[in-house]
């Protein structure tokens, strides 16, 4: 038995087993039955209460049994991306979800135009259970479509956005690149640019760009595909723009935004002394070269076996509470991580909470870095967030973006923090950099993706960009953040081609949110830190809210104002009086 892949059991043993084919038969009798529920039952307004009853009964249950479905699917394809029979089930399963189309945009109508919806939640317990959720419909319901409409965009999107989604996973797992005569796949290359070695990073990001290029065209084609389709959505809806749509999506007031970006674009320049000092260091004259964003200083080992680094984050996680040290002891327990990279397995790292399960399954790409350890903690975050949730129902587990990755990065800086306590005076100074480094690619990289997918959504609009204009601006994004900070020579202008986030066809934006979760994150930890492992229940409340909140009220959960500009200014503060300290050190 391998312990380093996870174990997909629990869900299903197979697509031919029993239980994957009861559950699929099962999901399609669902569907017959709302629909033909809501034929008989949303044509009038007696039994308001008992009919939205059911309906969330309903949906509870359906989005339980569909959701392992489709999380099947998806798990299996993440590490094996040309496995026909994953792939061919799923688009049918889009294809399903289609079906059930006319009966949700039949209940949001009819409840809409409902009088006096407030008495009417408040007439029955689980409709107050639900409170937000109904009240989101509401809210949402401004920008419905027809049903007739809303079935075509729906069923449009699976042979569009969805498509081109799929033809971008393949493409970036499917391609290698060759390093000193060696082909490694693409995670594996990116790993690279953590090596000691200055020869080996530099080749690893020149090989990583002529692979990247070899797939631009056809990068570019679905770049253009899916943010296209975001348009046209945006307009027949009437958002204004793909980014008010984003916000109401993910529960955040516009201005909070612009203060968060306003409070990073001023401190762009403390990362660009970081930066250079970096450069510097490196012995490098003209900023730093984008192949040395992730060089480790010094001399000091800080290389983990898997072993190694699941010890590291048990103890430290148990240092914050007994129940976070349990939940991540149970997940290397019990297989729900895939740790290496192979061929065929998507880049980058994610964690899927399978809410129906009360489980979750993380990938990493683990190289045995420092970093790959924060990755482990991070994701690991993610799993105990969706288990602060496995009380609340289907429908009150779903959490907005930004939300998403506070617990993430709370559990990374429950891990560098804990490390900084033990390590050497040498390896103090790496940990040190490592913090910094991970923050500039939130404040500073973090940017520059939210920057360039402004400015693609803004250049779509008058029609389909090519390679070569995507990443011009790329380039322009980064030097607008970076600045003098790095090599204008020595770029990323296919970064675009990289990230996973920018073909999501569910989030756009998927940038800003990282920000706000270290941001938040950071004042989170500062209240720990005032006091102590009695703050751990008040994490585990706020976490087990997150369905069922919009930000702003969240947060003032544990106090904080996030309309406050100070707010975002003394979280980056923390973060400056790290890289003075760090330019200061004798390293």
Request: proline share 3%.
């Amino acid at each position: 038995m391998n312990d380093t892949t996870w174990n997909l059991d629990t869900l299903y043993s197979s697509f031919s087993s029993e239980k994957f084919k009861n559950d699929q038969t099962t999901a399609k009798n669902y569907i017959s039955e709302i629909n033909a529920w809501s034929k008989t039952n949303l044509t009038n307004n007696l039994n308001v209460i008992e009919k939205t009853e059911y309906y969330i009964n309903f949906m509870n249950s359906f989005g339980q049994i569909f959701s392992l479905l489709t999380e099947y699917c998806q798990l299996t394809l993440s590490t094996d991306a040309e496995n026909e029979t994953a792939l061919k089930i799923l688009e049918s399963l889009e294809e399903l979800e289609t079906e059930i189309t006319p009966s949700q945009i039949a209940f949001e109508q009819w409840f809409a135009a409902q009088a006096d919806v407030e008495n009417i939640i408040t007439s029955s317990p689980l409709l107050v259970e639900h409170s937000f959720y109904l009240n989101q419909i509401l809210t949402n319901s401004k920008y419905l479509l027809s049903q007739k409409e809303e079935i075509i965009i729906a069923k449009m999107r699976n042979t569009g956005s969805l498509s081109w989604m799929k033809l971008w996973d393949i493409l970036s797992s499917t391609t290698s690149a060759s390093v000193n005569n060696n082909s490694y796949p693409l995670p594996a290359v990116r790993n690279m640019a953590y090596s000691p070695d200055a020869a080996v990073r530099k080749a690893a990001y020149e090989a990583e760009l002529k692979a990247l290029k070899s797939i631009s065209a056809s990068s570019a084609a679905a770049l253009n595909g899916i943010k296209g389709e975001v348009i046209t959505n945006c307009k027949l809806r009437g958002y204004s723009s793909p980014l008010d749509m984003t916000l109401l999506d993910s529960r955040l007031d516009k201005p909070v935004l612009e203060a968060m970006i306003s409070a990073m674009k001023d401190y762009q320049p403390v990362f660009r002394k970081y930066f250079q000092k970096k450069a510097e260091i490196l012995g490098h004259k003209n900023g730093l070269p984008f192949y040395d964003i992730f060089a480790p200083i010094g001399t000091v080992d800080m290389q983990f076996s898997y072993e190694e680094a699941k010890g590291f984050i048990i103890e430290n996680f148990s240092l914050f509470s007994k129940e976070l040290g349990d939940y991540a002891k149970h997940a290397f327990d019990n297989r729900w991580i895939d740790i290496y990279p192979k061929a065929g397995k998507r880049g980058g790292a994610f964690c899927s909470n399978l809410h129906s399960i009360k489980e979750s399954r993380i990938l990493t790409n683990f190289s045995g870095s420092f970093n790959d350890v924060i990755t482990l903690a991070h994701e690991l975050g993610h799993g105990y967030h969706g288990a602060c949730l496995d009380n609340e129902t289907y429908l009150n587990s779903d959490y907005p973006m930004p939300i998403a990755e506070t617990a993430s990065t709370f559990c990374e800086t429950l891990v560098k923090n804990a490390a900084l306590k033990k390590a050497t005076p040498e390896q103090q100074s790496l940990i040190l950099e490592n913090d910094i480094s991970d923050s500039a690619q939130i404040v500073v990289d973090i940017l520059s993706r939210f920057l360039f997918e402004d400015a693609v959504f803004e250049e779509r609009k008058n029609g389909s960009l090519s390679e070569k204009a995507l990443c011009s601006l790329m380039l322009d994004a980064q030097k607008k953040t970076y600045g003098n900070g790095l090599d204008e020579n020595f770029m990323h202008p296919y970064m675009w081609v990289v990230k996973p986030h920018y073909y999501d066809v569910d989030y756009n934006y998927y940038n800003f949110p990282y920000a706000f979760g270290l941001l938040f994150a950071k004042g989170l930890y500062s209240i720990y830190l005032e006091k102590g492992t009695a703050f751990s229940q008040n994490y585990v409340n706020l976490l087990s809210w997150t369905g069922k909140s919009n930000l702003k009220d969240l947060a003032l959960m544990v106090d904080i104002d996030i309309t406050d500009p100070k707010f975002w200014h003394s979280s980056l503060n923390l973060i400056k009086t790290d890289i003075e300290k760090y330019i200061n050190s004798k390293i």
